[in-house]
């Protein structure tokens, strides 16, 4: 059984349409984080999402918004999308009182042409 | 802010040798630190996470060191194999529990050389 799973692994938009990546975790955890890789592989976070308490990372445009409708799910929906945002976007989860250890999920690269 | 550092970047070494992957990080004041393996156009495989107490993990042919005080930690690769080549990355969370996610270093390519 896949722990984290995201869908769609592949995404391919123009430039302002809006899109959305699910993302499922079911191991349990209590906290979700989704990650951008560029184009430069380079990991970095952009939101964590833990009991309804929302961390965003100051350089994320408000134009990426996470929603989770239950515990077991993170989506993330991206407004008026641009070319800058084509990478690959990673889900994770962990659980917050324990260890720590977090799970990725495959990921999902978003092309936006 | 806190940096995470991974030296080499890239490193290639012949069948059966041992290695030794290095990452340091700027602020000493971690929760753990979580060593990862990335197949190209793969995610993330947790390969060992060592908390902020402790001084190693170790699985398989892996062993991870943590030295918090001075902000380093290494992962040793035992007789390295070609299933080994992969990037290797390293990443922290810093003490609260981790709701503001890894700092990830930019990672170690690794090739094996049969």
């Known amino acids: 059984d896949t722990a984290v799973s995201q869908t769609p692994k592949y995404l391919v938009t123009q430039m302002g349409n809006d899109k959305s990546i699910k993302c499922e975790q079911n191991l349990g955890h209590d906290t979700m984080y989704w990650y951008k890789q560029d184009s430069k592989k380079f990991l970095k976070i952009m939101f964590s999402?833990?009991?309804?308490?929302?961390?965003i990372n100051e350089t994320v445009p408000n134009r990426f918004s996470p929603k989770s409708p239950d515990k077991a799910h993170l989506n993330l929906h991206i407004n008026s999308l641009e070319l800058g945002d084509s990478a690959v976007y990673f889900c994770?989860?962990?659980?917050?009182?324990?260890?720590?250890?977090?799970?990725f999920g495959p990921g999902t690269r978003l092309t936006v042409t | 802010k806190q940096e995470v550092t991974q030296i080499p970047a890239a490193l290639s070494v012949p069948e059966g040798e041992n290695l030794v992957l290095n990452c340091s990080f700027t602020d000493s004041a971690i929760y753990n630190l979580q060593w990862f393996r990335q197949d190209p156009g793969k995610g993330l495989t947790s390969l060992l996470l060592?908390?902020?107490?402790?001084r190693e993990q170790t699985s398989g042919r892996l062993n991870a060191s943590l030295d918090k005080s001075s902000g380093r930690s290494t992962l040793y690769i035992a007789a390295s194999q070609p299933g080994d080549s992969a990037t290797y990355l390293c990443a922290v969370t810093d003490s609260g529990g981790g709701a503001d996610g890894l700092t990830f270093g930019k990672g170690t390519h690794l090739i094996i050389q049969p």
């Open positions: 060592i908390q902020s107490s402790q």
């Open positions: 999402y833990n009991n309804k308490e929302l961390i």
């Open positions: 994770a989860s962990s659980h917050s009182g324990r260890a720590g250890e977090q799970y």
